[in-house]
């Protein structure tokens, strides 16, 4: 063989096997062994058809025709035709499969057609194009999520807020309790619409790295919310959660994991099957760290199987029915809060989780937390700013002991505070259109700084980093609507007190 071939194979970093025109594979070298898991010679006493699938063997074909189609210039040169690097999976001697990249380079040789097959192992590529997709899906969910939620979340503050006032009103007329149960049954279903919408802020939004002291409870009782839909009526749900101290890391990222594993425990358990449970249990260790475990009654997994669980696309799910990515994806997220996942299974017996987290380093001052109520205070003048007109019209029935002035835009109430600074408080939404909450408190303490404190924002969906480091920066109090009128009311007697 040509010593330039042969130097080729020889120094090249990657994989190359050389081929003739019936598919048999003549040289190999040593990378093309190390990626493949045979040997040189087992290489080189086999053929490319062990190797690589049906649709490259086609183009194989293709070489093999346009080289003899094609007139002979020189002896030892590259034909003009090149394929294009194509991705394929490549199985190894073990069984598994590689993502890899294959280019064939058809030589002509004094002993006729060669064809260069270049293999290179692009899995570790495919896997962070994989990760990046994965992250902008959940980046798209947190914007879309927050989004959402902002539409959701103002007209429900009239709707919660009207049924509160109903129900006040009615309750002082006995004769009309059966509207009263009615009245509290829809107040009921919307403070549900609003669980769920906070739930799904906060598993879709992204939060700050130096997040509080995380209730894992709470977590995983909002993420049952979440998964209701994907294991109702597949599974039975069984809870055993113990009161557990608060742990390291964000409530989203956690619920993430929890998200994952129970539906991941739901789709173990075959259809049809009536006595298919999930047991989702919380209890604190010996040791002091926390303890969340998920377990199910389902299939099981070999041994194999559990040794590459947490490889990233070591997905033993069916084709099309999920990336391989989720379990990998989790054990990064509590790896990097310090925690450790522990997995046990059994064939036909099921499986068992379990998330083992450090608890927080300290808990929160006893001074963070919101104000105690104070008893009624006098009659005082509110502000309210919002750019929605049934929220406006609901708080200022909802605060008829105050006197409230309403507007629907921070550059009105601008104007308002330019030639009357008397308000004990402004009620204020963050986002209201062309002037925002932010830029109206700015200039509001432009004009007299002794309003600054006299500002409380709400909020209808997530908050930004920006947001976020606006209130951190003022320390001004923040409500998130939906809110309870009995909230806002005892906020407003404690400031006015």
Known sequence: ??????????????????????????????????????????????????????????????????????????????????????????????????????????????????????????????????????????????????????????????????????????????????????????????????????????????????????????????TLRLAANAVHGRVRVEQALQPVPLVQGCSGRLGQVVLNLIVNAAHAIPEPRSDGVIRVASELEPGGWVAVEVTDNGIGMSPSTLATLFVPFGTSKPAGAGTGLGLAICQRIVTAIGGQIVVTSELGTGSTFRIRLPPALAAPAAGDGPADAAPAGRRGRVLVVDDDPAVLRLLCTALRDHEVVPVVSGAEALDLLAGDRAFDLVLCDLMTPALDGMQLHARACALSPALADRFVFMSGGGLTTRTRDFLRDTGAVHLEKPFDLSRLRELIAARLG
């Open 1 to 222: 063989m040509d010593a330039r071939i042969s130097g080729l194979l020889e120094y090249s970093p990657d994989a190359i096997l050389l081929i003739d025109e019936s598919g048999r594979i003549l040289r190999a070298n040593a990378a093309a062994a190390a990626l493949t898991g045979y040997t040189v010679a087992e290489l080189e006493d086999g053929a490319m058809a062990s190797l690589i699938p049906e649709r490259l063997r086609g183009r194989h074909a293709e070489h093999v025709r346009g080289f003899h189609q094609q007139p002979v210039t020189r002896p030892m040169a590259a034909a003009p035709m090149a394929a294009a690097a194509m991705d394929f999976p490549l199985r190894r001697a073990d069984g598994t499969e590689l993502a890899v990249e294959i280019s064939l380079r058809p030589i002509r040789s004094p002993g006729g057609l060669l064809i260069a097959v270049a293999v290179r192992d692009v899995s570790r590529a495919k896997q962070v194009e994989a990760e990046l997709a994965a992250a902008e899906r959940l980046a798209s969910l947190g914007m879309l999520a927050a989004g959402v939620a902002h539409e959701i979340n103002n007209p429900l503050v009239a709707v919660l807020c009207g049924l509160e006032l109903l129900r006040d009103d009615v309750g002082r007329h006995p004769e009309l309790a059966a509207c009263a149960s009615a009245i509290t049954d829809a107040h009921d279903a919307g403070l549900r619409i609003r669980a769920i919408v906070r739930d799904l802020l906060a598993f879709a939004r992204d939060e700050p790295e130096d997040c509080p002291p995380v209730d894992v409870v709470a977590v995983i009782e909002s």
